[in-house]
């Protein structure tokens, strides 16, 4: 059963960086073969898709976070990435990282249901 740890999260000042990084493990097929996001929920907000990687590697994001964020992955160590660069206090929230099967000659979804695996989620705190 596939299981998805994040960590890199913390407290940073406004205009500061992050690096939030995914492991996963026991996944029947390497991450490339996934299609992987990037999702944060703030208190009292829903869940919003921040990032998203498809198994081409072709990337998607959030209007709020582009220019900003940069999500990639690293095969080997079977790691999924979230650069995040001057940060705002409205980025503030538990960020998870999620996976999905990518299936031949098919898109995948970016809504939270299209998603079958789900880390445990790190909190991100920028202060003003």
């Known amino acids: 059963q596939g299981q998805l740890v994040e960590s890199g999260g913390g407290s940073v000042q406004a205009g500061g960086s992050l690096r939030l990084s995914c492991k996963a493990s026991g996944f029947r097929y390497t991450i490339d073969t996934y299609c992987l996001a990037w999702f944060r929920q703030a208190p009292g907000q829903e869940r919003e898709l921040v990032a998203f990687l498809d198994d081409d590697d072709k990337t998607t994001y959030a209007d709020s976070v582009k220019g900003r964020f940069t999500t990639s992955k690293e095969k080997a160590k079977s790691t999924l990435y979230l650069q995040m660069n001057n940060l705002k206090p409205e980025d503030s929230a538990v960020y998870s990282c999620?996976?999905?099967?990518?299936?031949?000659?098919?898109?995948?979804?970016?809504?939270?249901?299209?998603?079958?695996?789900w880390g445990q989620g790190t909190q991100v705190t920028v202060s003003s």
């Open positions: 999620a996976a999905a099967l990518a299936i031949p000659w098919s898109t995948c979804g970016q809504s939270q249901t299209d998603f079958g695996y």
